[in-house]
């Protein structure tokens, strides 16, 4: 007889039924997508969630404020500050770089992120912590090539301080594979996100690409974002996965990204051994 899975919720009661009940504790999961697809308003509610379950949670920012995470939490009633007052959330600002602030990172250097989320989690003390990494694109945006060698460090120290981590990553086909491709390559769970313009409106759209030790929904599911609610699965789409994928002449432009990535840091004699 199989062990049970011991699930968490994200917080959005639709993605929790294609999930099956919930993302397994200690998992890395990725969450990808263009901007605005909702990955930031998805991590809100992953750590909301556990919050209100009485867990601790850890929330990185890089493209938003700390102010500005609190003020959007609070516009789908979710009390942050209250929860950092109460010791139970650090939201660490990578954006700011206040030298007086305690919880703020100087620079964009992938060791010092992992330093400072495990002073966070001794600050929080024992037990099993939510976090959120939102988003680790910000880490690479100059070397994009790192992508893969940052995803797997961080996944690789974290893994041992009994977390179980969102990190979302986002992509634009201007920035070929190395915007997001690093943190899929090492998660335990692909969690994408997508829009498009239906009959003249913005549609968004989820669907789980990979999630390990677990069954889940292969449909496209739309999605909407309320205000004073947060997420909100609508249903299954009509959308095809391959309709949610990417458009062939983009995914090529991509490969031959990823191609002349490989001979800038391998050269050709390493590529033609393997």
Excluded: C
């Excluded at 504790?25 to 901007?35: I, S």
């Excluded at 940052?150 to 990190?167: A, E, G, I, P, Q």
């Amino acid at each position: 007889m199989s062990t049970p899975v011991e699930r968490l919720s994200t917080g959005v009661s639709g993605i929790d039924e294609i999930l099956r009940g919930g993302i397994p504790k200690g998992f890395t999961v990725a969450v990808v997508g263009e901007p605005g697809t909702g990955k930031t308003v998805f991590a809100l509610h992953f750590v909301n969630a556990g919050l209100v379950n009485g867990e601790k949670a850890i929330y990185v920012t890089t493209e938003e404020s700390r102010a500005s995470i609190i003020r959007q939490a609070a516009a789908f009633n979710m009390d942050f500050l209250q929860a950092i007052n109460r010791g139970d959330l650090v939201v660490i600002d990578a954006l700011m770089g206040d030298r007086g602030d305690a919880w703020s990172l100087r620079d964009l250097d992938v060791e010092e992120l992992v330093n400072m989320v495990i002073e966070a989690k001794k600050y929080l003390g024992h037990g099993h912590t939510r976090l959120v990494i939102d988003s680790m694109s910000a880490f690479w945006l100059d070397k994009p090539a790192m992508a893969r060698k940052y995803s797997y460090h961080v996944k690789r120290v974290l893994s041992k301080w009994d977390f179980t981590t969102v990190l979302t990553s986002q992509y634009a086909v201007t920035t070929s594979l190395g915007f997001g491709f690093g943190v899929e390559h090492v998660a335990d769970g692909i969690i994408r996100f997508r829009k498009r313009l239906v009959g003249g409106y913005l549609k968004r759209f989820v669907v789980i690409e990979k999630m390990r030790q677990t069954d889940h929904d292969k449909r496209v599911f739309e999605i909407d974002i309320v205000d004073g609610k947060g997420m909100v699965v609508v249903g299954p789409h009509a959308l095809s996965r391959g309709d949610f994928a990417l458009p062939a002449p983009v995914m090529r432009k991509m490969l031959e990204a990823e191609l002349r990535k490989n001979l800038e840091l391998y050269g050709d004699e390493e590529l033609e051994e393997e």
